[in-house]
């Protein structure tokens, strides 16, 4: 038997003197990210005095997530939220977050996912019922109003007071920023300085903890403002929230999450559950603008499917009893645009003992740092990586490795509200697109702005009505065209 000798981690060319290859990583994230593979499947790179190894292949991307999980734990990105919000599923390792996986993946079942699927629909026509015809729509501002009311509404049953959701979705953008920042310096004493970048993260890390104090019930209890929402509110003796997460019990004391513990998976699900689902929408909108024959064969599907979404209900309301997947053109479409958007743009773990990445030895105490966007725009493995293409995924699952699809990661971190967050993509997306006519706003130029996440910015549109809804008995067909 031979035993290949591990090679060392290439390091990245281009760095300069002190900053090494920050300049280039703060000037086009992604792009410098993306450059990478060209040297490597794991590439060293400097950031000032710190050094990280950036991973570019997706399989060893998902090495890193699933073989080598435990001796590369989560590092200093979600490290950033912990010290903010504690120990919730999103920020937490080890053993406990072994027992919040096992106390919160129950509300996560298909079947609890189909249960949810008619609030989806509901909080879904509700707001787009105030967009007004020739008005201009705020694409990125909407879908994340839209993707916070869902969470609040399907995941707890509460419906946020305005001012609140509104505060929620202007803090948004602060506590990313300053979590990339406090992830590309992560020592405590940056938090400390007093610069504005860190009191407007501190500011928005107070706004998400009111919102959450409304949702599971502050040390005061649920606020009388918020209302309630749905059949299953709770009388509020022990504060537990309405929706799934009520039954989540801890395993460890086999009694329901307590208060605090509730309070950090809220802050977990809004964290990870509003940005990366308004963004996606926000991509798909847009990407459909510039592709109308997509455009045209995707509402097909849907009439088809739904019905041509001007008689409601009898004709079939996206979310009314949800079979449990898309239809296969929307699922096409829904997860190009998951490739070529993947919200997650920096995400990183730490190595906490020497391992084997593919043919490299990663001494302990290394970090390590991978772009699931970069990763799903490799030339190598999509050609014309940049151009939006739902046909790539004409035979379902796509050619080749399904684990190399990882938008929603992969090992004991994959994104535990993956299939809720399939339903609730298709249920808007349907909905909107068999309401409105989307057209882009001439001038308007949607941008890409990169945090840890990847954001949708100037993305505006005018809607049109598809047709003008006729009164008439049912079945009667209505007037207009798409
Ligand atoms: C387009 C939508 C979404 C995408 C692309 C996405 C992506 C991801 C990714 C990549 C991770 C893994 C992070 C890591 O490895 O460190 C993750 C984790 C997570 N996601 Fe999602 N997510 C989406 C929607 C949602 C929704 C709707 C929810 C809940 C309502 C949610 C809740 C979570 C939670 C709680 C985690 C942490 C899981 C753990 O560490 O055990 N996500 N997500």
Not at 200 to 219: E, H, I, K, N, S
Not at 454 to 462: F, G, H, K, L, P
């Amino acid at each position: 038997m031979t035993t290949v000798t591990p090679q060392t981690v290439p390091t990245a060319p281009g760095g300069v003197p002190v900053l090494g290859h920050l300049p280039a990583l703060l000037h086009d994230p992604l792009g410098f990210l993306g450059s990478l593979a060209r040297v490597g499947d794991a590439v060293e790179i400097s950031l000032g005095p710190r050094r990280m190894t950036v991973v570019t292949s997706p399989a060893l991307v998902h090495t890193l997530l699933t073989a080598l999980s435990h001796d590369c734990p989560r590092g200093t990105v979600q490290g950033a939220l912990r010290e903010a919000f504690g120990d919730g599923l999103l920020m937490s390792e080890g053993a406990l977050h072994r027992e919040r996986r096992r106390a919160v993946q129950p509300a996560f079942t298909a079947e609890r996912v189909a249960a949810l699927a008619g609030v989806v629909g509901e909080a879904a026509r509700e707001r787009i019922e105030r967009w007004s015809p020739g008005r201009a729509v705020d694409v990125a501002g909407e879908m994340t109003a839209l993707a916070l009311d869902v969470v609040a509404r399907a995941l707890f049953g509460v419906r946020l007071a305005e001012g609140p959701a509104a505060a929620f979705r202007r803090a948004l953008p602060d506590l990313v920023r300053g979590q990339i920042a406090r992830s590309l310096c992560p020592h405590p004493l940056f938090a400390r300085l007093p610069l504005p970048l860190n009191r407007r993260f501190d500011a928005a890390v107070r706004v998400l903890d009111a919102v959450v104090d409304r949702t599971v019930g502050g040390p005061d209890g649920p606020d009388g403002r918020d209302r309630p929402y749905g059949r299953d509110r709770p009388d509020g003796r022990d504060g537990a929230p309405a929706g799934p997460l009520r039954d989540a019990v801890d395993p460890a004391t086999g009694r329901r999450l307590d208060r605090a513990a509730l309070r950090s998976e809220a802050v977990s699900l809004f964290g990870a559950g509003t940005e990366t689902v308004s963004s996606t929408l926000t991509w798909l909108f847009h990407e459909l603008m510039g592709a109308p024959e997509v455009y045209a064969r995707l509402l097909g599907e849907l009439e088809e499917a739904y019905g041509d979404g001007l008689t409601g209900a009898a004709s079939g309301e996206p979310g009314a009893g949800w079979p449990g997947e898309a239809p296969p053109y929307l699922r096409a479409v829904l997860r190009e645009v998951l490739r070529l958007h993947a919200p997650n743009a920096f995400l990183t773990r730490t190595a906490a003992a020497g391992v084997r990445l593919g043919p490299y030895a990663v001494p302990a105490g290394t970090e390590l740092l991978y772009s699931l966007t970069a990763l799903h725009r490799d030339p190598a493995r999509y050609p014309d990586p940049l151009r939006f293409d739902p046909d790539r995924w004409a035979d379902g699952e796509g050619a080749g490795d399904r684990r190399l699809f990882l938008p929603f990661g992969a090992g004991r971190h994959k994104c535990v509200g993956e299939g809720f967050a399939w339903m609730e993509l298709a249920v808007i997306a349907a909905t909107v697109l068999l309401r409105w006519r989307l057209a882009p706003l001439p001038g308007a130029r949607a941008r890409e702005v990169v945090w840890t996440t990847v954001q949708a910015r100037d993305v505006v549109m005018t809607v049109a009505p598809r047709a003008v809804r006729v009164p008439g008995p049912p079945g009667a067909s209505a007037g207009g065209a798409p």
